[in-house]
T-cell receptor, first 114, second 112 residues
Framework: DVKVTQSSRYLVKRTGEKVFLECVQDMDHENMFWYRQDPGLGLRLIYFSYDVKMKEKGDIPEGYSVSREKKERFSLILESASTNQTSMYLC?????????????FGEGSRLTVL | GQNIDQPTEMTATEGAIVQINCTYQ??????LFWYQQHAGEAPTFLSYNVLDGLEEKGRFSSFLSRSKGYSYLLLKELQMKDSASYLCAVRDWANRDDKIIFGKGTRLHILP
């Protein structure tokens, strides 16, 4: 079974802090994604990556950056956390686009910024 | 731009059939997914349609009409465990980026 693991299920941070959200997948997937999920807004794509050291902006990249130094790991970074970044963050991975591109999700990281 | 619409909430009775509709507008359509998400859990894959027509998988079926920008998810013989949110997502090839964009989800309530 594909396993996507997010490092923290729950985090509480203060405004202005730097926040790292880590995601690791164990199926050698090329593609990895970060979404945030908010009530009434659904899942929104922040950043995605097709390969090591590659990154592409999603629909709401402002205030975020990402790092993909190894194929299995995709990190989301909040350089200076703000209260409007309080949300559920979901990491996902998928195989090459020659397949259906089905996303496998981690359990999510619920971030609260005070 | 992209736009995906689905109803916010629906209610159905155990044992019945329910159809959840999704309409979409994208610049480079390349397939449509349905995901199920139980409260507090991650979304899980249900179906993928890239060609017009109906795909059946047990109690769940998904239909796609590319010319109409329309899909539906059909759930038969509803069970209490089907109470969840159902997410319509479109694979969109635009500006040489291939990404998956989600609708806001439909929360389905099953009554005994």
């Amino acid at each position: 079974d594909v396993k996507v693991t997010q490092s923290s299920r729950y985090l509480v941070k203060r405004t202005g802090e730097k926040v790292f959200l880590e995601c690791v997948q164990d199926m050698d997937h090329e593609n990895m994604f970060w979404y945030r999920q908010d009530p009434g807004l659904g899942l929104r794509l922040i950043y995605f990556s097709y390969d090591v050291k590659m990154k592409e902006k999603g629909d709401i990249p402002e205030g975020y950056s990402v790092s993909r130094e190894k194929k299995e790991r995709f990190s989301l970074i909040l350089e200076s956390a703000s209260t409007n970044q309080t949300s559920m963050y979901l990491c996902a991975s998928s195989l090459e686009w020659i397949n259906t591109g089905e996303l496998f999700f981690g359990e999510g990281s619920r971030l609260t910024v005070l | 731009g992209q736009n995906i619409d689905q109803p916010t909430e629906m209610t159905a009775t155990e044992g019945a059939i329910v159809q959840i509709n999704c309409t979409y507008q994208t610049s480079g359509f390349n397939g449509l997914f349905w995901y199920q998400q139980h409260a507090g859990e991650a979304p899980t894959f249900l179906s993928y349609n890239v060609l017009d027509g109906l795909e059946e998988k047990g109690r769940f079926s998904s239909f796609l009409s590319r010319s109409k920008g329309y899909s539906y998810l059909l759930l038969k013989e509803l069970q209490m465990k089907d109470s969840a949110s159902y997410l319509c997502a479109v694979r969109d090839w635009a500006n040489r980026d291939d990404k998956i964009i989600f609708g806001k989800g439909t929360r389905l309530h099953i009554l005994p």
